[in-house]
Structures are given as C-alpha cells and as structure tokens.
C-alpha cells in the first residue's frame, strides 16, 4: 500500500473519530434530556459499530478507487498493423 493512500486511510479513521465524537455527544445529550441519566454501556456500542461501519465502508470505497486507477493506467499496446487508427 503506498504512503498515500495510507494517510489517505488515516484520514478517514480520523473523521470516522470525529463522526463518533459528534454521535456520542449527541446520544448523551439526548439520554440526560429523555431520561435523566447517560446511558455509557449502549452509547459505546452502538457508536463504536457505527464508526466501524463508516470506516469499513469508506476503506471498501478506497480500495475501489485505486483499484480503477490502476486499471486505467494499464493499457494495451497496440500491433504494429494497428498503429495508425490508435494515433486517431
């Protein structure tokens, strides 16, 4: 994997962080306004899948992209025959 497309990932894992910050917050503020409590267990559950999800998702994408480039990157060569319609 090429230095770029590591810190490439390592932005994603930071916004999935940030993602998951804003989330529990908002979970928090929702439990103590709805119930008067803050609920940890369930918050770190269900924002830690959520993070994971967004970050599996972002990686697939990735991978994807640089999948397509390289492919676009590699093209055939063409037979000495077929030379003058490849210029056009």
Do not use: H
């Amino acid at each position: 994997m090429k230095a770029t497309q590591k810190i490439a990932l390592l932005k994603d894992a930071i916004y999935c962080a940030c993602i998951w910050a804003i989330a529990t917050l908002l979970w928090g503020i929702y439990n103590t306004l709805a119930y008067d409590r803050f609920d940890v267990g369930s918050m770190w559950v269900v924002f830690a899948l959520l993070a994971t999800g967004i970050y599996v998702a972002l990686y697939r994408f990735r991978i994807q992209q640089a999948d397509e480039m390289r492919r676009r990157r590699i093209r055939r060569m063409p037979y000495p025959d077929e030379e003058e319609t490849w210029k056009d």
